[in-house]
């Protein structure tokens, strides 16, 4: 295989090498950057759903009372989260692209632990709303710079897996906080057990920060985990496999232009909104809703260990789906939704299912969180261009916010506790994703067959498109793995420039 030697990583390699790889480096390589990132990306979204959904926890077990919340004011507490959320999304894009971002998440890391342990000396409905509102802020780098870490480790085949495991640490942390609620939930002190939770929580987040200082690399070529030979071919795999270098890159007015006018941007806003509406009421209504079947608050933390780990079991499964079949990411995006569809039926039609139904549909709901980690897959393996996958990801995540925060307003106190109109907006609005999802499907497969006619050749959407000149190293369906793609490559300059999937020939999308 040809490449580039690296010259301090700020310009585009110049000077051409030969050398081969062999199919135990790449499987060395990927096992090693397995073993560093994933559990560190996992662990770390593990404390950010905790962190962000205790408060359900924390609503029966008398935050409520304490507080002195009364009508739509606990559906704020949970809103204005969202808030924070919506105004620093953009913004912490182009900082997580310009910045080392492993320094920049455990500085974010830090300040996030510290407003969650704040969070148990609120008082009053104004304390509530400000560490809520700033736990926004903290939360709102997170996820996108998973993303970016993502794309800028692994290749188109890779990322929709990876990406469903570090998701699935939502579920998991889902589970372990109603663990935790529970245990903490027996405390008779004159602390109380709502603030106890924020108090240990908080503390936990802020001591991981110096874990992810330590042990989370800012790059490919800074990684001392890897040798100088397994830096060069995770790099290369990239070039060859994946969306492009993501490290010494500029703002692109061209590409943010480009984002903006791409239709696949627009699909995804929508199918983000849909699907967070839902989730932003049911994540912080949980343990209401569960009481309203007739259990009790200890029982109700206990109830959400199962659904938690049907999630996880869900949103892993369907990621290695994604990753394994490359036309089937939109068909699993409606897979997961339409059994929201019919879950929230049941619980809306309450009066006339037994409590055992109306169980049954809650836990059907459980497939619904597997939504989003597709729909960032689809961001993270269609889009190339470090401008343009930037600002698809903060337009996503203004549409998620968006979502989340009208999602806890359809939960109106005066329907309490069969909140109907929430239950039939949850239903609505996951049927309006199955035909968006659909819609998303076939607008793909137009593309790439346009782009097939035009360039006159199949290309690939298991490859970063042409290389070296234009020459495609994988065809859908070839079955190569990824040291036969960049043995059969000769990386020139350009192909370590900057460019969108638009300006890159062979690029195929996703669907």
Known sequence: MTSQIESGGAQAPEVVVEHQVDTSIAKRVLRKIDFRLIPLLFVTYMFNFMDKTILSSASVFGLREDTGLVGQQYSWVSSVFYFGYLGWAYPTTLLIARLPPAKYMTANTLFWGAVVALTAACTNYGGLLTVRFLLGVAEATITPCFMFLTSTWYTRDEIPFRTGIWFAGNSVGGMIASLFAFGIGHVTDSVGPWRWMFIILGIATFLWAFVLLFLLPDSISSAKFLTEEERRFAGDRIIVAGTGRTEDTQWRWDQFLECLMDPKTWFVFGLEILTQIPNGGTQNFANLVIKSFGFTSLQSTLINIPYSLLSAAV??????????????????????????????????????????????????????????????????????????????????????????????????????????????????????????????????????????????????????????????????????DVAQMVNAATLVSEDYEDVTDWQTAGFRYRY
Not at 392 to 397: G, H, K, P, S
Not at 432 to 448: K, S, T
């Open 315 to 480: 949103i892993s499964g369907t990621g290695y789906l994604a990753g394994r079949y490359r036309q089937m990411n939109c068909l699993l995006i409606v897979a997961v939704v339409i059994p929201c569809v019919v879950g929230s039926a049941l619980i809306y039609s309450r009066d006339h299912v037994s409590l055992g139904v109306q169980l049954f549909g809650y836990f059907l709901l459980c497939t619904g969180p597997g939504a989003m980690p597709l729909a960032m897959s689809l961001v993270q393996s269609n889009t190339r261009g470090v401008t343009k996958k930037m600002t698809v990801t903060a337009l996503l995540f203004l549409a998620y916010c968006t979502g989340n925060v009208a999602g806890p307003q359809f939960f109106l106190t005066t329907e309490a506790p069969t909140y109907n109109t929430a239950f039939r907006t949850i239903m609505i609005c996951y049927a309006l994703a199955v035909g968006l999802a659909l819609g998303l499907r076939f607008y793909l497969q137009w593309m790439n067959a346009r782009r097939a006619r035009e360039e006159g050749f199949v290309g690939s959407a298991g490859a970063s498109g042409a290389v070296g000149g234009g020459k495609m190293v994988d065809v859908d369906g070839a079955g190569r």
